[in-house]
């Protein structure tokens, strides 16, 4: 699912704490065929919904 390719795009790129930035991540979904616009929808639902966390503000994600 584009869910699943989010979590482990995060995964892909995030530091020894879980930590990602969000444009690597959203790099790293456009590698995987999810359009720009798709992503940040589909970021914005997770994080809304509780699947990930902006621990850092917005330009950062964790899955939850």
Do not use: F, H
Not at 40 to 61: C, I
């Amino acid at each position: 699912t584009k869910e699943k390719i989010i979590r482990d795009a995060i995964a892909t790129c995030a530091d020894a704490n879980g930590v990602a930035d969000r444009n690597a991540v959203l790099t790293e979904i456009g590698r995987q065929g999810i359009e720009a616009g798709q992503a940040e929808d589909l970021l914005e639902k997770m994080v809304q919904s509780g699947e990930l966390l902006r621990p850092r503000g917005y330009d950062t994600l964790m899955v939850a």
